[in-house]
């Protein structure tokens, strides 16, 4: 990766240019794996492997007498294939463990889910049973704020004594309205009498005075 400098407009902005593409990225990260390679520098191991191989190959199908070089090169080819081997078995061991730990972490997510929705069940039973608890303990509260009401009244007998005293005293109210009324009746009637008596004594008297009246005019015209 290539990175360079460069000024516009008076600030500085860092302008990156890849050595490869993104395509060619991939590919490159690709062959990597599969050579057993991490750096671009040095001959790749399955390259050398390989070499190793051509070598020990070519020289057993000399006719020469040259078992000890083919010896020598056996021998150095089963020691690459060796250094080969073996981070061929470590990144195995690691893809087990890898898939070990992927197989417990899905089981302890699927743990981890049914806990979650076990959790969420409790706490709505929880919501439950604490508006039942709410509900219960005002149903309570209310019964205790009657009970003391209740206590705070005077006994039956004595609220009974008082509710009979009071309907006595009604019933001499009801009669002495009934006296009462009976009495202005008939002070009524005798008003009315008495109105009447004296708008007839006041007639008696005007025919009497009238009639004075006519008897003195007679007995002065006679004189």
Known sequence: MLVKGRKVSGREEMAAQYAFGPQEDERIIKHRLLTRTTTTRGEPPLKKLQKKFISFALEVDKDA???????????????????????????????DANLREKENFNELQEELHRQILQAQTDIEDLKNQLKDSKIERQH?????????????????????????DLEKEITMLEAENTAASRMLELRKKQFSLLLHVVDELQNTIEDEQKSLVEELRIAMEEQ
């Open 65 to 95: 007498d040259n078992y000890n070089v083919c010896e020598k090169l056996y021998k150095a080819f089963l020691q690459e294939m060796a250094t080969f081997e073996l981070p061929l078995l470590k990144s195995k061991a690691v893809v």
């Open 140 to 164: 309570k509260e209310e019964c205790e704020a009657i009970r003391k009401l209740i206590a705070m009244q005077p006994p039956r007998s004595e609220t009974q004594k008082v509710i009979t």
